[in-house]
């Protein structure tokens, strides 16, 4: 475990850069094996807007990373956080309760909040308006977000107290971990479902991107499934019956074209409906 986390202490930003196009990779040569959903789409056209906002996405990443650098040494050197302040524990017990406080922070809570909130509601909106959701779709964020998502997860590394090496191991995991729960592919419902209640399986996360409340509104988790459980955010839905996509955004140039994804949190807010029936 410790050599582990040296590891990712100082992980070079090349293997960072192959973690991420090796799971795009394997994932999408997976869904042509075995996906979910037939979709009618060119799947390099579609991939487009999505390979432009994770392109974003990194940048915002990487601009700040020094701030993350600072706040991980400054918490370690001051024994400051939550793990920090427990009695002495193995290493082990230590990462993981690490990594999941960093889930539950970082990530759970920064996604519940951007439903909950309309303006951030607005900016996570792009994330939602992809009506064919693989693997591409897990990096699709406005830049926007990824100001919002970076500063959750410095708000993570204080509470919990995390030295830069989980902190570098959860983004890896969750990197992974958000490529497999979006990829269109159909794993036998037994498997899928035993996963779930650990972390988030690819059907548990669908859910969520169902077109319609209250769905839209549930399984926020991001690596760990437990949150959803925990905070009542849990629902199922049969995966056949899944529509992707926003009812108040159905427009599907808009939401394929990076212009209009970059516009669309400054759109009026529209009210979401519940239930419905599946659109045209």
Known sequence: M??????????PSLHRSILLVSGITFFWLLEGAVPLFRFRYRKWRHAVPNIFFTITT?????????LLLQSSDWVRDNGFGIINWLPEMPLWLYVVLGLLLLD????????????????LWMVHLVHHTDHEVDTTTANRHHPIESFIRFFFTLAGVFIAGT????????????????QFSHANIRLPRKVDKAISYVLVSPDMHK??????????DSNYGNIFSIWDRIFGTYMELD?????????TFP???VNASVWGLLKQPFHKYRKPTTGGSTPA
Do not use: C
């Open 207 to 216: 859910v969520h991107h169902h077109y319609v409340l209250p769905y839209t």
């Open 58 to 66: 990194i940048v915002v990443n990487f601009t700040l990373a020094f």
């Open 163 to 178: 030295p830069i090496g989980i902190v570098m191991l959860y983004q890896s995991l969750s990197l992974v971990a958000t």
């Open 251 to 253: 427009d599907r140039k």
């Open 104 to 119: 539950l922070i970082g990530a759970y809570l920064a996604h519940l909040v951007e439903h909950k909130v309309k303006p």
């Open 2 to 11: 410790e050599s582990l986390l040296n590891y990712f202490e100082t992980i």
């Open 239 to 247: 995966r056949d019956a899944i529509v992707y996509g926003v009812d």
